[in-house]
């Protein structure tokens, strides 16, 4: 998403400073060209020079200097920006740019900007809940600028409370969601189910799967991007869940069928990617099992919610996946039509770069009209969004 673009970065004087180096090097390696502007008081905590070499770019600290490459500086970067990025972003630059202040070449560059703002604002609570700063924030964003709220935590001060900037990654993730252009799904509710699921047999033993849940949090992701109400139902998985979705965590199936169940029904689009267990342990037992007590284990068949979501379905999008080791396509056509689902997203389990735990996918997206179509193999989340666009196109 940012492959290409011109993010330039404002860095003012604040503790947080050195997160923005962070955040300066993970921009580019998302690909994009970060000219970086420091005010007076940021190179008080944070070397040009970290930037420079982070970013392979000039850094302009001085209103007055001799242009390094442009003419008339600040309308030059204020041209070439596709984003303007203020991280960490003081009281001071909050209350300058509100106050309409262009008096160093930041404040300047700004002003001149014409592309999205988007402001993290980090100080210590006192400041940050000064309801003078608070005024400016919110006359901010009534003009359409973007402000990524702060954490709440451990400040450097020694206070506890609002005003911590969020992490590099955190940061990241909600650029790019600010500056993804489709929003089309505004208005709309997604439930995307991810992850494993865990049948236990007894407190310490349970029967799962390799799934990492990364193509449903992809999934969810990418629909919250694009403007969707998202619900995550989610399995055990080591990942953060992405911003402003509301994660709903589960263990087993039968857990997993609950909470699908009391919720797909204000949803207007329903992603099965969880791997589900199909079978359970019969017996739950109370204590761990000795060797010789468990020689076998007794299943039972796990509720099917993909069957049971699409016997109610009406107007809603029901897209499943599924996962093969042979006769894929087959099989995804046949578990289509038998549960009546929209489209199956088919996993290839043998293709390389693929499946459980990697970050790629390679899929083919069978519809109802018996059409499949073979998608390439790349990273989850651009896989996602072809899986939206499929979904709003239908
Ligand atoms: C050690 C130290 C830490 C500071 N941390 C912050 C901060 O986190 N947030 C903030 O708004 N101001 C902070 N300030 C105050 C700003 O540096 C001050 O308001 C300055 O004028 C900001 O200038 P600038 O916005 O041009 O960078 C800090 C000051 C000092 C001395």
New binding site residues.
């Given amino acids: 998403m940012l492959h290409g673009k011109c993010i330039v970065l404002g860095?003012?004087?604040?503790?947080?400073?050195y997160k923005a180096a962070d955040l300066a090097s993970k921009l580019v390696k998302a690909g994009a060209r970060v000219p970086v502007i420091?005010?007076?008081?940021?190179t008080?905590?944070v070397a040009p020079l970290t930037f420079q070499t982070l970013t392979d770019q000039p850094v302009t600290t001085q209103m007055f200097d001799a242009p390094i490459h442009w003419n008339v500086e600040h309308i030059s970067l204020a041209k070439q920006a596709d984003a303007f990025v203020i991280v960490?972003?003081?009281?001071?630059?909050?209350g300058?740019i509100a106050g309409g202040i262009a008096d160093?070449m930041?404040?300047t560059t700004v002003m001149a900007a014409r592309c999205p703002v988007i402001l993290a604002?980090?100080?210590?609570t006192g400041?940050y809940e000064n309801p003078i700063v608070q005024r400016n924030m919110d006359l901010l964003k009534n003009l359409g600028y973007h402000i990524i709220m702060p954490a709440t935590g451990h400040?450097?001060?020694g206070d506890e409370g609002a005003?911590k900037?969020p992490e590099p990654l955190v940061l990241l993730e909600q650029i790019e969601n600010i500056l993804c252009l489709q929003k089309d799904l505004i208005g709309k509710r997604v439930l995307v189910t991810a992850g494993p699921t865990r049948e236990f047999i007894d407190p310490v033993r349970y029967i799962s799967n390799p799934s990492s849940g990364k193509m449903g949090y992809a999934l969810a992701r990418a629909a919250h991007m694009r403007g969707a109400e998202v619900t995550l139902v989610s399995g055990p998985v080591a990942l953060q869940p992405p911003y402003g979705v509301q994660l709903c965590p589960v263990c087993s199936a039968d857990e997993m069928y609950q909470a699908v169940m009391e919720q797909y029904q204000s949803h207007d689009i329903i992603i099965k990617a969880a791997a589900v267990g199909d079978f359970k342990s019969k017996h739950h037992y109370e204590h761990k099992c000795k060797k010789d007590q468990l020689q076998t284990i007794e299943l039972e068949k796990n509720e099917d919610i993909l069957r049971a979501i699409c016997r109610n379905k009406e107007k809603r999008l029901v897209v499943g996946f599924c996962m093969e080791t042979q006769d894929l396509l087959q099989y995804a056509y046949q578990k289509l039509l038998d549960k009546g689902a929209d489209m199956i997203v088919a996993n290839d389990l043998t293709a390389q770069e693929a499946g459980f735990q990697s970050d790629n996918n390679t899929v083919t997206i069978v519809y109802r009209d018996g059409r499949k179509e073979a998608l390439d193999n790349m990273p989850k989340l651009t896989l996602a969004h072809a899986i939206l666009d499929r979904c709003v196109n239908k």
Avoid: Q
């Fill in positions: 860095v003012c004087g604040g503790i947080a400073a420091m005010t007076e008081h940021a008080k905590f960490p972003a003081t009281a001071n630059i909050i300058k160093d930041l404040s604002p980090a100080m210590n400041m400040l450097a001060c005003g900037l």
